[in-house]
């Protein structure tokens, strides 16, 4: 440990790996940060670093403790610089990490991130390693102060946890069992965003479309979660309605509903509810009814299916992504050969292919059939061509089409020699344009026309027929000759407008079912 220096004002870097759930904390532990006083740091080494970490990614504990390896010549030479360690890994590994690395001055887990200025002091003061690791969520994370990515697109979380027990996955280990916000805490939050000027929000959860099931029996739940289920529908269904009324937001997203949850009334809010985009993202992780029961899915390709047909029947420009996992234990080539149908019959605008690693601490660690590594790879390759030429061909049919662009900072990594730049359609696909004649911002939007297509991104080479200038873009401009964007984050998902990271080292988990 160095002794702190008490001169100036203490800066701070956040590195974010694993899913959206990692990175709405990161928001979470930079306002905690930034309400103690701490700024973000330049290009100066900060005085802080923290890592919120992952344990799911294969080699998680060995990208980090390289990481960490790498900083300790770096905080040597650093009097008073602090090293703390968040996130999924540390509530894994509690103790290992301080005797694998006994230069981390502070390890917190994933229920606890609300401590983590007081554990920095603390460990500043006595000189010694500070370790906190919570069993159960001590403050919803939605109640801590927060600095937002993005002055034009938001997350919202409406519940952490999980109650599935997925045999591939960690997570409700790591983030215990779902607990659900109250329907006007979210919508408040919701409204304050607005009011701030975000355009687009993104309602987040582990398993977000069991929203309802945290509060437990509906004759015993809050009158306001009664009150959205009048009717019959579910609490996830009720959410989406109610955010429709929400005068200003025009764009609503959701990430990640489970199938098995997947009820014909969400489907019904979806189409019904105008700002409710049309984009879907559904995990599939196989199409072999065998390897999902082996999975602990509760659900089935024709379940699966016809999810998809009841989605396209309501909502036919709808975009839907999935995720896929090649090689899990006990895989045929007949299995393999399932998940390849579903795809061809899904039509899945883009898919997140995983090849299956073991996870430590999760029943398919250790369950016979592990495949060879050759087998898997050979799997997976196959998967990414069919899906690359699926989503190609999903975006040929986007030629010629007007969309409406809500224009990003930075998402597409060419833009500037292209002289491009990029956003996001109603349905999530993601748009390089001309530059319109007219200045545009960051969160105002455009209407462009579609000139090609490619597997992974649209392209629109005409003048926008229309720029519509935002109270998000007013928000955008107004941030500007302020401190700089926070840290890059690495994700595995789509983006929803959010400024393009700045590169990391790895990237993380899906948070998706």
Same mark, same amino acid.
């Given at each position: 440990?160095?002794?702190?220096?008490?001169?100036?004002?203490?800066?701070?870097?956040?590195?974010?790996?694993?899913?959206?759930?990692?990175?709405?904390?990161?928001?979470?532990?930079?306002?905690?940060?930034?309400?103690?006083?701490?700024?973000?740091?330049?290009?100066?080494?900060?005085?802080?670093?923290?890592?919120?970490?992952?344990?799911?990614?294969?080699?998680?504990?060995?990208?980090?403790?390289?990481?960490?390896?790498?900083?300790?010549?770096?905080?040597?030479?650093?009097?008073?610089?602090?090293?703390?360690?968040?996130?999924?890994?540390?509530?894994?590994?509690?103790?290992?990490?301080?005797?694998?690395?006994?230069?981390?001055?502070?390890?917190?887990?994933?229920?606890?991130?609300?401590?983590?200025?007081?554990?920095?002091?603390?460990?500043?003061?006595?000189?010694?390693?500070?370790?906190?690791?919570?069993?159960?969520?001590?403050?919803?994370?939605?109640?801590?102060?927060?600095?937002?990515?993005?002055?034009?697109?938001?997350?919202?979380?409406?519940?952490?946890?999980?109650?599935?027990?997925?045999?591939?996955?960690?997570?409700? %280990?790591? =983030?215990?069992?779902? #607990?659900?916000? !109250?329907?006007?805490?979210?919508?408040?939050? &919701?409204? /304050?965003?607005?009011? +701030?000027?975000?355009?687009?929000?993104?309602?987040?959860?582990?398993?977000?479309?069991?929203?309802?099931?945290?509060?437990?029996?509906?004759?015993?739940?809050?009158?306001?979660?009664?009150?959205?289920?009048?009717?019959?529908?579910?609490?996830?269904?009720?959410?989406?309605?109610?955010?429709?009324?929400?005068?200003?937001?025009?764009?609503?997203?959701?990430?990640?509903?489970?199938?098995?949850?997947?009820?014909?009334?969400?489907?019904?809010?979806?189409?019904?509810?105008?700002?409710?985009?049309?984009?879907?993202?559904?995990?599939?992780?196989?199409?072999?009814?065998?390897?999902?029961? %082996?999975? =602990?899915?509760?659900? #089935?390709?024709? !379940?699966?299916?016809?999810?998809?047909?009841? &989605?396209? /029947?309501?909502?036919? +420009?709808?975009?839907?992504?999935?995720?896929?996992?090649?090689?899990?234990?006990?895989?045929?080539?007949?299995?393999?050969?399932?998940?390849?149908?579903?795809?061809?019959?899904?039509?899945?605008?883009?898919?997140?292919?995983?090849?299956?690693?073991?996870?430590?601490?999760?029943?398919?660690?250790?369950?016979?059939?592990?495949?060879?590594?050759?087998?898997?790879?050979?799997?997976?390759?196959?998967?990414?061509?069919?899906?690359?030429?699926?989503?190609?061909?999903?975006?040929?049919?986007?030629?010629?089409?007007?969309?409406?662009?809500?224009?990003?900072?930075?998402?597409?990594?060419?833009?500037?020699?292209?002289?491009?730049?990029?956003? !996001?359609?109603?349905?999530?696909?993601?748009?390089?344009?001309?530059?319109?004649?007219?200045?545009?911002?960051?969160?105002?939007?455009?209407?462009?026309?579609?000139?090609?297509?490619?597997?992974?991104?649209?392209?629109?080479?005409?003048?926008?027929?229309?720029?519509?200038?935002?109270?998000?873009?007013?928000?955008?401009?107004?941030?500007?000759?302020?401190?700089?964007?926070?840290?890059?984050?690495?994700?595995?998902?789509?983006?929803?407008?959010?400024?393009?990271?700045?590169?990391?080292?790895?990237?993380?988990?899906?948070?998706?079912?």
């Amino acid at each position: 440990m160095n002794a702190p220096l008490e001169t100036g004002t203490r800066t701070y870097e956040i590195r974010t790996y694993g899913c959206q759930m990692n990175v709405h904390d990161s928001e979470r532990l930079s306002g905690l940060l930034e309400d103690a006083g701490y700024v973000r740091a330049g290009e100066d080494e900060p005085d802080i670093i923290v890592f919120n970490t992952c344990a799911v990614r294969e080699n998680a504990d060995n990208k980090l403790y390289g990481n960490l390896g790498h900083l300790r010549p770096v905080k040597d030479g650093h009097p008073g610089m602090q090293i703390a360690v968040g996130g999924c890994l540390a509530q894994k590994d509690r103790d290992t990490i301080v005797k694998r690395a006994p230069w981390v001055d502070v390890v917190f887990g994933t229920h606890n991130i609300g401590s983590l200025p007081a554990l920095l002091d603390r460990a500043r003061i006595q000189d010694e390693a500070q370790i906190e690791i919570e069993e159960s969520l001590v403050t919803f994370p939605s109640t801590l102060p927060t600095r937002r990515e993005s002055p034009y697109a938001a997350w919202v979380s409406i519940s952490v946890g999980c109650n599935n027990t997925c045999t591939f996955c960690i997570v409700p %280990a790591l =983030r215990g069992k779902e #607990r659900d916000r !109250r329907p006007g805490e979210v919508l408040a939050e &919701v409204e /304050a965003l607005v009011a +701030d000027g975000v355009l687009e929000i993104t309602l987040l959860g582990q398993n977000v479309n069991a929203y309802g099931s945290g509060f437990g029996a509906l004759a015993t739940a809050p009158q306001e979660v009664r009150d959205m289920t009048a009717g019959g529908q579910s609490a996830f269904a009720g959410l989406l309605r109610a955010c429709g009324d929400v005068e200003g937001l025009e764009r609503v997203r959701f990430t990640s509903p489970h199938p098995k949850d997947f009820t014909d009334d969400v489907i019904a809010a979806m189409a019904e509810t105008p700002n409710v985009m049309p984009s879907l993202h559904m995990p599939l992780q196989s199409g072999s009814d065998p390897v999902l029961k %082996a999975m =602990r899915r509760s659900y #089935r390709q024709e !379940r699966f299916l016809g999810i998809i047909d009841k &989605v396209r /029947a309501a909502i036919p +420009d709808a975009a839907i992504t999935t995720d896929i996992i090649v090689g899990f234990p006990g895989e045929t080539e007949e299995d393999f050969e399932q998940t390849l149908h579903v795809v061809r019959e899904a039509r899945f605008a883009s898919a997140f292919t995983f090849q299956y690693s073991k996870r430590p601490g999760t029943p398919a660690a250790t369950m016979d059939g592990q495949l060879p590594k050759k087998v898997v790879q050979e799997r997976y390759e196959r998967l990414v061509a069919l899906q690359e030429q699926v989503s190609w061909e999903e975006n040929k049919k986007q030629l010629g089409r007007k969309l409406e662009v809500l224009v990003a900072e930075g998402e597409g990594r060419k833009d500037g020699a292209t002289r491009r730049l990029s956003g !996001r359609a109603r349905d999530n696909r993601l748009v390089h344009f001309q530059v319109p004649e007219e200045p545009v911002r960051p969160g105002d939007m455009v209407t462009v026309e579609v000139t090609y297509a490619a597997p992974h991104h649209l392209v629109a080479d005409k003048p926008a027929e229309e720029v519509r200038r935002t109270r998000a873009g007013d928000a955008w401009e107004a941030r500007q000759g302020k401190p700089a964007a926070p840290q890059g984050v690495t994700l595995g998902m789509p983006g929803i407008g959010r400024p393009a990271p700045a590169p990391v080292a790895e990237s993380g988990c899906s948070i998706d079912q």
